[in-house]
């Protein structure tokens, strides 16, 4: 199983991105997936998270900027990103519960730059 991350890139301060990440190999059920994010110099943290019914959870910092979405038969989670500020730059990783594994599944990331 693995999962690839797109989408990201070098946007201007209140420009728009959006995020996406594929689910791939023998997968029997997806649970939750998510978004969380690591700038220079500081630790990795939740952006959002969607669960399999829909249900969505976001940091208070992208609250109203981001949306996350998914597509099941897919295997995809989206991030819709507006109104970026300098303060989002970070390498983004999806995030994924995967066939009920004890460990979730991580992408490699994708690096979202917003210049000022």
């Known amino acids: 199983v693995q999962l690839q991350a797109s989408g990201g890139g070098l946007v201007q301060t209140g420009g728009s991105l959006r995020l996406s990440c594929a689910a791939s190999?023998?997968?029997?059920?997806?649970?939750?997936m998510g978004w969380y994010r690591q700038a220079p110099g500081k630790q990795r943290e939740l952006v959002a998270t969607?669960?399999?019914?829909?249900?969505?959870n976001y940091a208070d910092s992208v609250k109203g900027r981001f949306t996350i979405s998914r597509d099941n038969a897919e295997n995809t989670v989206y991030l819709g990103m507006n109104s970026l500020k300098p303060e989002d730059t970070a390498v983004y990783f999806c995030?994924?519960?995967?066939?009920?594994?004890?460990?979730?599944?991580w992408g490699r990331g994708t690096l979202v730059t917003v210049s000022s």
């Open positions: 995030n994924a519960h995967i066939n009920r594994r004890a460990l979730d599944y």
């Open positions: 190999g023998r997968i029997f059920s997806i649970n939750d």
């Open positions: 969607i669960t399999g019914g829909g249900g969505t």
